[in-house]
Structure formats: structure tokens, C-alpha cells
């Protein structure tokens, strides 16, 4: 893992690698065969699992603008990948499931236009066991509420205008939602704590959680 870990965690091209690891195109396509085959899912849902059942999570999603040059892999390969075309243009959309403390424990890539409802209904049955879900109207369905009720997790979420008959809903909870948004902007970044990756046909989906590994190999 030492050469995707580093040239992931520096940002840099794969071509700055350190020679002693070998040819970068080389390194690229074993990270990119770790990332199909699930390598990568294995060991963070590994690693998660070593932690405490959190009373709260979170759940919410954001947009990762893509290369301009990304327009020409949409159509290339045996396995889709998760790039879409938005008013915004070429982006994916990463979603996230955190703990009350922000720290991600499910993520799940897509392309761009996936709505919040299709992402929490892929994650539904990975969510670990808590007291409460918070998120935001974008999340309010009552599949969704069924599903977390099913689940034993109470569901505070806002309603959106539209509905007839308000739902009660913890506001002073909810407020701290934004954890959940401050987790997702960082997972370009060297700060984002090891997570469960939700497998999906992307080598983006298992480079979001390498930084974490920081702490174990340097």
C-alpha cells in the first residue's frame, strides 16, 4: 500500500512516485485492480469495525467537480465509472454516513446526478447501529423513515415545506449536521479518519479513505 498511500496522500502525479517501487504505470494499474477486486474496501471496513457503536450519525452528500478531461473515459472500460453530467458539468457526488464526532464511516461514490435518496437507499443497510440519524430535507421520505425505524434509529430529519402534517424533529441536533459537510470536504485532504467504503467500480471511491493510513505507515 506504501506507494498508492503516498502518492495519494501527497496529491502528486503517479509519475513522481519513488523509482524503488517501479514503473508508475505499473503502480497505477495495481492500484487501480486493488480498487475493482475490493482490496481496499476489506481492509477500511477492517479498520472501522475496530471502533465503538456510535449513539449518533450523520448522513449527507456533496459534488466533486471533475477533470475537464474526464469527458473522455465516460465511455471507456468494462466497469462504469462514476462521473455524470450536472448544470455544473462533469462531477461525481460523493455520499457520506459520519459518526457524532464527523467522522466518516460509510462512503459511497456516484456519478453527479445521483439524488440523496437513491445514495441513502444504497447505505441503508450498511448503517451501523445508533440512537438517531440526523440529515437534512433531502432526506425526508418516508421509506426513509421506515427503513431507519426498522433499524431502530429514530430519524431527525427536517420536513420539507410541502408536507401536510409537520413532523417533530430535534432542531438543536440537527444544527450540528454541518459536521457531516466539514467531513466530506476533506476528503481530498490528509485528515479524513479510516472509514467502511460501500464498493463501487471506482479507484476515486478507494483512494478517498488512504490519508487515514497516515498514522500507520510512513
Same mark, same amino acid.
Given at each position: 500500500m506504501k506507494p498508492a498511500h503516498r502518492t495519494e496522500f501527497l496529491t502528486v502525479p503517479w509519475k513522481d512516485?519513488?523509482?524503488?517501487y517501479g514503473p508508475h504505470k505499473t503502480l497505477y494499474n495495481r492500484f487501480l485492480r486493488w480498487s475493482r477486486i475490493g482490496v481496499f474496501d476489506r481492509i477500511f471496513a477492517a479498520l472501522a469495525g475496530e471502533g465503538s457503536q456510535p449513539e449518533r450519525i450523520m448522513i449527507d452528500s456533496t459534488h466533486l467537480k471533475a477533470h475537464r478531461t474526464a469527458a473522455s473515459l465516460l465511455k471507456k472500460g468494462d466497469v462504469p465509472r462514476p462521473i455524470g453530467r450536472t448544470k455544473g458539468g462533469l462531477n461525481s457526488k460523493l455520499h457520506a454516513v459520519c459518526d457524532g464526532e464527523g467522522q466518516p464511516l460509510i462512503l459511497l461514490l456516484s456519478e453527479g446526478q445521483m439524488?440523496?435518496?437513491?445514495?441513502?437507499?444504497?447505505?441503508?443497510?450498511?448503517?451501523?447501529? @445508533?440512537?438517531?440519524?440526523?440529515? =437534512?430535507?433531502?432526506?425526508d421520505s418516508n421509506w426513509f %423513515?421506515? @427503513?431507519?425505524?426498522?433499524?431502530?434509529?429514530?430519524?431527525?430529519?427536517?420536513?420539507?415545506?410541502?408536507?401536510?402534517?409537520?413532523?417533530?424533529? =430535534?432542531?438543536?441536533? #440537527?444544527?450540528? %449536521?454541518?459536521?457531516?459537510?466539514?467531513?466530506?470536504? %476533506?476528503?481530498?485532504?490528509?485528515?479524513?479518519?479510516?472509514?467502511?467504503?460501500?464498493?463501487?467500480?471506482? #479507484? %476515486?471511491?478507494?483512494?478517498s479513505p488512504l490519508p487515514s493510513s497516515s498514522g500507520f505507515d510512513h
Open positions: 512516485a519513488p523509482k524503488g439524488s440523496d435518496h437513491k445514495g441513502a437507499r444504497l447505505m441503508v443497510d450498511a448503517l451501523p447501529t @445508533a440512537f438517531s440519524l440526523l440529515g =437534512d430535507k433531502g432526506y %423513515r421506515k @427503513a431507519l425505524a426498522d433499524k431502530g434509529i429514530e430519524p431527525c430529519i427536517p420536513p420539507t415545506k410541502s408536507l401536510k402534517q409537520p413532523i417533530d424533529y =430535534d432542531k438543536l441536533a #440537527s444544527a450540528t %449536521r454541518s459536521k457531516t459537510c466539514s467531513a466530506s470536504s %476533506r476528503t481530498g485532504g490528509p485528515s479524513l479518519p479510516a472509514t467502511i467504503a460501500v464498493p463501487t467500480p471506482s #479507484s %476515486r471511491q478507494s483512494a
